[in-house]
């Protein structure tokens, strides 16, 4: 069964940088897409980031794009969110999600495995 494990959240200034890490257990991981999701406080969980298996083009939320990059290590299995530039506004937690051979729409129901999430707090 797929477990995936998120950590690398925390607390930083407005501006400041942070990388998230999702590690799968899982032999074959080059065969799912993972993508990174995020609830703020009293909001709905919504899509932040996702890359594919087999190379293909990366997915951002405009919200995020230009900030954010994210990557994958599949001899480890690991998937990186790296943040710059961050704001209030990305306080939230974070949560890693997997789907084999799953397609790179960043809606919740596209993805049935799920880490428990990393906090990610943006203040001065």
């Known amino acids: 069964q797929l477990q995936l494990v998120e950590s690398g959240g925390g607390t930083v200034q407005p501006g400041g940088s942070l990388r998230l890490t999702c590690v799968a257990s899982?032999?074959?991981?080059?065969?799912?897409?993972i993508a990174w999701f995020r609830q703020a406080p009293g909001k709905g969980r919504e899509g932040v980031s996702c890359?594919?298996?087999?190379?293909?083009?990366?997915n951002y939320a405009d919200s995020v794009k230009d900030r954010f990059t994210v990557s994958r290590d599949n001899a480890r299995n690991t998937v990186y969110l790296e943040m710059n530039r961050l704001k209030p506004e990305d306080t939230a937690v974070y949560y890693c999600?997997?789907?084999?051979?799953?397609?790179?729409?960043?809606?919740?129901?596209?993805?049935?495995?799920w880490g428990q999430g990393t906090q990610v707090t943006v203040s001065s």
């Open positions: 999600a997997a789907e084999w051979f799953g397609s790179c729409h960043l809606t919740n129901s596209n993805f049935r495995s």
């Open positions: 899982i032999v074959n991981f080059r065969d799912y897409t």
């Open positions: 890359i594919p298996n087999f190379g293909g083009s990366t």
